[in-house]
């Protein structure tokens, strides 16, 4: 063996924090983004976070709540298997409303209704566009760009619809929270006292 290839040391880091390696050599791992925090961390560690550290939760959940509801939220996360990004949408679509003091869960069918109901009329409206664009007098490829527009429209509008107020209640079913529950369930109060 050569005199270089003796002073040569490999070391590997094989832990998820902080070490000392020896001598001058301090390592540790620090995400450098919140992003690689949140695909990095485990659940766990996450849940601690956004739990104890507001900024955290803003970040995950993409709203402000207090202590209280903080907690709320990420024990009924974590009871119904819900993914973050599904608890941001029960957000914004109304199913998740939260207070000061407390985080409710509406579980009627009013909004997958309205939803539908607001398909249906702007499918209507579509469809008399898209009448008018076809006994119109029009070039053929004005009338095809007409039936792409309004096609484009249509699925944008159907989109949105369904984001806010069909997929939601889906998804609401489909964890089992409307097992027997009333129209708006407030959680238990085991779970307020975590």
Do not use: C
Not at 113 to 120: E, K, R, S, T, V
Not at 131 to 138: D, E, M, N, R, T
């Amino acid at each position: 063996m050569q005199p270089e290839q003796q002073d040569r040391v490999i070391q590997l880091n094989l832990a998820d924090a902080q070490r000392i390696a020896g001598r001058d050599y301090h390592e540790h791992v620090t995400p450098s983004t919140v992003e690689l925090m949140l695909a990095t961390w485990d659940m766990e560690k996450l849940d601690h976070q956004a739990k104890t550290n507001p900024y955290m939760f803003k970040l995950r959940y993409k709203f402000e709540a207090t202590t209280v509801v903080r907690s709320q939220v990420v024990d009924f996360q974590r009871k119904h298997d819900l993914s973050d990004r599904e608890i941001r949408w029960l957000k914004r679509s109304g199913h998740v409303r939260t207070t000061r003091t407390e985080m409710r869960i509406d579980t009627s069918r009013t909004m997958p209704i309205l939803g539908w109901a607001q398909i249906a009329f702007f499918s209507l409206i579509i469809a008399l566009m898209v009448l008018q664009v076809g006994f119109s007098k029009a070039p053929e490829w004005q009338q095809g760009l007409g039936f792409l527009s309004l096609l484009g429209f249509w699925f944008s509008i159907a989109w949105v619809m369904n984001k806010l107020y069909i997929w939601p209640w889906q998804v609401l079913k489909q964890a089992g929270v409307m097992d027997g529950s009333p129209k708006t369930d407030p959680m238990p109060t085991a779970a307020k006292s975590e």
